[in-house]
């Protein structure tokens, strides 16, 4: 019933810049936070950034600090993630969750996921 939708992945060249956009349809109430997790082939889906609904307090991955940037747009129930100086590594898919605990890089700990939007950074 509750979906949770992501866009805006693409395939960039090495130092580009995307901007990922995650709608969720209907916002619960014990949804505290919200998270970007991604996963590369053959490999764990791993934590990106997570956000608070009510505060916007920001959790980051030390493999985004720096050049990730999460956000929220609680009117439009949108949440964010401005990707900058993207690199190779950088290259899975993104995946945006909600998450009845507060602020968590932990998987386990989110409820609700979205399909996943690609990214690929390659020359």
């Known amino acids: 019933q509750v979906q949770l939708v992501e866009s805006g992945g693409g395939s960039v060249q090495p130092g580009a810049s995307l901007r990922l956009s995650c709608v969720v349809s209907?916002?619960?109430?014990?949804?505290?936070?919200m998270g970007w997790f991604r996963q590369a082939p053959g490999k764990e889906r791993e934590f990106v950034a997570a956000i608070s609904w009510s505060g916007g307090r920001r959790y980051y991955a030390e493999s985004a600090e720096g050049r990730f940037t999460i956000s929220r747009d609680n009117a439009k129930n949108t949440v964010y993630l401005q990707m900058g100086s993207l690199k190779p590594e950088d290259t899975a898919v993104y995946y945006c969750?909600?998450?009845?605990?507060?602020?968590?890089?932990?998987?386990?700990?989110?409820?609700?996921w979205g399909q996943g939007t690609q990214v690929t950074v390659s020359s």
């Open positions: 209907e916002r619960t109430d014990s949804w505290l936070a």
């Open positions: 969750a909600a998450g009845q605990n507060g602020l968590s890089g932990s998987k386990d700990l989110y409820d609700c």
